[in-house]
C-alpha cells in the first residue's frame, strides 16, 4: 500500500517540520515531540565498502527506528483493515460470521466422522481452526506480502522495513481479535469456559507476535525477491495445515503420534490453544515451541541482515 | 530560524556505483532460478548506446543497468546543483540514492541534515484512503505529536481547500484536486536537504500561481536543493552549480550559465 506522501528521506531524519522563513506558517506548532526519533541529529550515511558489519549494524538500525515509529506502524495496519472493509455493513465482523458457519458445519460434520461427542469436540475445533486460520495461517500468506505489499511507499522515500512488519502483525492482530468472538461463544454454549486459566496463553501470545514479525522478515524478503513463492508457501501451509492437530486432536493418534513435536507448527499453536482449552502446556511443548522461534528468528535476521539494502530494486 | 541541529547540512559522495539489476521473465522465479544455477547457462552481456546506463550481466548473470558510475561531488549548505542529462542518464537514480532509497554497490554517501525527497508524480499518497487519513499517516511518519498532526492537518487542508472532500478517498477526487492535497502535503516541511524532481518545478498552471510561493519557501528554507530538470529557465532560476550526467557518469560539473551552455550546444566529451 502507498499510504504515505512522499517524505523524509532519512532514516535518522530531523526535526523537519519548521515554517517557512517568510512566515508563510505556523512555525512552533509542527515541531516533532522531543524523544521521537526524528529528534536526533539527522544523518544518513551509505558505504558499500565496509561489508558485513555494516550491513549487520544498519539492520539492527532499520529495527530500531522501525520500532520507534510503532505508531505509524499500528496507523498503517489499522487503516488496511479498515480499507479492506470499507463499504461492507459488517465491516471485519464478516469474517466472524463467516468463520461462525464455517466452524458450525465443520464441527457437525467431522463430529461425524470421527464419532466423537460434540461437547467435547467443538470448543476443541472451535479454538484450533480460528488460531490456525486467522493466526498462524494468515500471519503466513499476510507475511510473503508485507514489503511487496508496501512497495509504494519503499520506492518513494526511506522507511524503516520494520515499519511494514509492524503494520502486517498488527493487521493479523486486529483479525483474530474479531475471530476470536466465535471460540468464545462456542465455550458460553458448551459451559467451556476457561476462566483465569486462560491468562497462561498470554506469554504464547507474545511469542506468536514475535515470530509473526520474523515470519514477516523472512517471507517479506524471499517473497519480494522471489515472485513464485507465496503459491508455494500456501502449498506447504495447507500440507501443514493437515499434519497439525486443527481438526483432529493428538490423542485420536495414540501412540501413532510419537512424530507430533517434530512439527514445529503444534508446538507454537498448543502454547496458546492448550491455556484456553483449561489445560496446561508441559515444559517440552514449551521448550519446542521456543527452540522453534529461536531458529525461526535467526533464520530470518540472517536473511534480512543480507537482503535489506536489496529490497528497494527487488519489488 | 531556529534549528535544534545546529550543525549545517552537506552531502558528500564518494566513488558512488549503482547497479540496476533487472528481474525478468526467469529471474523473478525461485524454480527457474535454482534449475539454471544447476543448469550453469552461459549468456553474454550486451552493451546499450550512449543515452542510458550499460547493461550487463553480473558475477552471478544478472542483467544489471550500470546506472551510476564512479560518482564524487561534495555539497555545502547553501548550495543549489541542478542535474542535466538525456533521459535515462542516470539523475532519478542519483535523487534516489541521495534520498537512502537506494543503497550504493559501490563508494559512500554521507548526508547529513534532514532530508526531503520530492520524486514520486502521485506524492506516495493512498488513492483509498481519504485526504485526512493521508495527512495524519505522514505526520505520525515524520513523529509529530498530536497537536502537531492537527496542525499539519490544518495548515494542508488550508492550502489544499477541498472542503468537504477532505475526509472522501483520495480517489474521487478531480485530478487538480489530488495535486493540490499532494503537493500541500509535500511541501509542508522544510527540509535542510531537498531532493526534488523537475516536475514539481512545472505543475499544473491553475494551482502554479499558489503553489510557487509555498514551493519557494520550502526552497529557501533548505540548506541545500538538488534539483533535476530540462528546463533551463528553472535552472538558472534556482541553481548555482550543475552536473551533467550521461549514462550514468560525470560529464560535467561547473556553474550554471557555462555547463548549461555546453550542454545545450551538445558538446559532450567522447567516454
Redesign the interface.
Known amino acids: 500500500?502507498?499510504?504515505?506522501?512522499?517524505?523524509?528521506?532519512?532514516?535518522e531524519?530531523?526535526?523537519?517540520?519548521?515554517?517557512?522563513?517568510?512566515g508563510?506558517?505556523?512555525t512552533q506548532?509542527?515541531?516533532?515531540?522531543p524523544g521521537?526519533?526524528?529528534?536526533r541529529?539527522?544523518?544518513?550515511?551509505?558505504?558499500?565498502?565496509l561489508g558485513r558489519s555494516r550491513r549487520s549494524a544498519a539492520a539492527r538500525t532499520d529495527l530500531r527506528d522501525g520500532l520507534s515509529?510503532w505508531?505509524?506502524g499500528l496507523?498503517?495496519g489499522w487503516?488496511d483493515i479498515r480499507?479492506r472493509y470499507?463499504g461492507s455493513v459488517l465491516g471485519p465482523f464478516w469474517l466472524t460470521l463467516s468463520s461462525a458457519v464455517m466452524v458450525g458445519s465443520m464441527g457437525l460434520i467431522y463430529g461425524m466422522l470421527f464419532h466423537v461427542v460434540l461437547r467435547d469436540y467443538l470448543p476443541f475445533l472451535a479454538i484450533s481452526l480460528i488460531l490456525w486460520q486467522a493466526g498462524i495461517g494468515g500471519m503466513v500468506s499476510d507475511a510473503c506480502n508485507s514489503f511487496v505489499g508496501a512497495e509504494?511507499?519503499?520506492?518513494?522515500?526511506?522507511?524503516p522495513f520494520t515499519v511494514q512488519v509492524i503494520r502486517t502483525v498488527f493487521g493479523n492482530v486486529i483479525v483474530l481479535g474479531h475471530n476470536v468472538v466465535v471460540p468464545l461463544a462456542v465455550f458460553a454454549i458448551f459451559g467451556a469456559w476457561p476462566g483465569w486459566h486462560a491468562l497462561l496463553s498470554l506469554p504464547g501470545m507474545l511469542l506468536w507476535l514475535l515470530d509473526g514479525a520474523a515470519a514477516c522478515f523472512l517471507l517479506g524478503c524471499?517473497c519480494a525477491r522471489?515472485?513464485?513463492?507465496p503459491p508455494?508457501v500456501g502449498s506447504l501451509m495447507q500440507i501443514a495445515y493437515y499434519v497439525t492437530p486443527v481438526i483432529w486432536k493428538p490423542s485420536m493418534l495414540g501412540a501413532r503420534g510419537w512424530w507430533l513435536p517434530l512439527n514445529p507448527f503444534d508446538p507454537l499453536l498448543d502454547v496458546v490453544r492448550a491455556p484456553l482449552l483449561g489445560q496446561t502446556p508441559t515444559m517440552l511443548i514449551w521448550g519446542a515451541a521456543l527452540g522453534d522461534s529461536v531458529l525461526l528468528w535467526a533464520a530470518a535476521w540472517l536473511l534480512f541482515v543480507r537482503a535489506r539494502?536489496?529490497i528497494?530494486?527487488?519489488i | 530560524?531556529?534549528?535544534?541541529?545546529a550543525?549545517p547540512a552537506f552531502v558528500e559522495v564518494e566513488d558512488l556505483?549503482l547497479d540496476?539489476?533487472l528481474?525478468h521473465g526467469g529471474a523473478?522465479?525461485?524454480?527457474k532460478?535454482m534449475l539454471q544455477a544447476a543448469s550453469s547457462r552461459v549468456t553474454s552481456g550486451l552493451r546499450a548506446g550512449s543515452t542510458g546506463g550499460a547493461v550487463a550481466e553480473d558475477r552471478t548473470r544478472r542483467v544489471v543497468v550500470e546506472a551510476l558510475r564512479h560518482l564524487s561531488f561534495r555539497l555545502s549548505s547553501g548550495e543549489r546543483l541542478g542535474i542535466v542529462g538525456h533521459n535515462g542518464a542516470g539523475k532519478s537514480s542519483l535523487l534516489r540514492?541521495l534520498?537512502?532509497?537506494?543503497?550504493?554497490?559501490?563508494?559512500?554517501?554521507?548526508?547529513?541534515?534532514?532530508?526531503?525527497?520530492?520524486?514520486?508524480t502521485?506524492?506516495?499518497?493512498?488513492?483509498?484512503?481519504t485526504g485526512r487519513?493521508?495527512i495524519?499517516?505522514?505526520g505520525?511518519?515524520?513523529?509529530?505529536?498530536r497537536?502537531?498532526i492537527r496542525?499539519?492537518e490544518d495548515?494542508v487542508e488550508a492550502f489544499a481547500a477541498l472542503g468537504p472532500f477532505i475526509d472522501l478517498p483520495v480517489r474521487v477526487y478531480s485530478s487538480g484536486m489530488v495535486v493540490r492535497l499532494?503537493f500541500g502535503?509535500?511541501t509542508?516541511?522544510?527540509?535542510?536537504v531537498l531532493?526534488m524532481d523537475e516536475w514539481f518545478m512545472a505543475g499544473d498552471s491553475r494551482f502554479r500561481q499558489k503553489a510557487h510561493?509555498?514551493l519557494e519557501?520550502?526552497v529557501?528554507?533548505a540548506e541545500i536543493l538538488v534539483l533535476t530538470s530540462h528546463m533551463p529557465a528553472v535552472l538558472r532560476t534556482w541553481c548555482t552549480r550543475l552536473l551533467w550526467l550521461q549514462a550514468g557518469r560525470i560529464v560535467a560539473d561547473g556553474p550554471v550559465d557555462e555547463i548549461l551552455a555546453r550542454y545545450q550546444a551538445g558538446t559532450a566529451p567522447v567516454l
Open positions: 500500500m502507498n499510504a504515505l506522501p512522499p517524505a523524509p528521506a532519512s532514516l531524519s530531523g526535526p523537519r517540520l519548521e515554517g517557512g522563513e517568510d508563510l506558517w505556523d506548532l509542527l515541531a516533532p515531540t521521537s526519533p526524528t529528534s541529529h539527522p544523518e544518513l550515511l551509505l558505504d558499500a565498502r515509529l505508531r505509524l496507523s498503517l487503516l480499507l470499507r509504494q511507499t519503499i520506492r518513494s522515500m526511506r522507511m524471499v522471489f515472485r513464485d513463492v508455494i539494502p536489496r528497494a530494486f527487488w | 530560524m531556529h534549528r535544534p541541529a550543525r556505483s540496476f539489476p528481474y523473478r522465479s525461485l524454480k532460478t540514492v534520498g537512502g532509497i537506494y543503497e550504493p554497490v559501490a563508494g559512500r554517501i554521507h548526508v547529513g541534515g534532514s532530508i526531503d525527497t520530492l520524486l514520486d502521485n506524492f506516495g499518497m493512498n488513492l483509498d484512503l487519513e493521508n495524519r499517516l505522514r505520525r511518519y515524520v513523529g509529530l505529536s497537536t502537531g496542525a499539519l495548515d499532494g502535503l509535500a509542508a516541511v522544510s527540509p535542510q531532493l510561493a509555498r519557501t520550502v529557501r528554507g
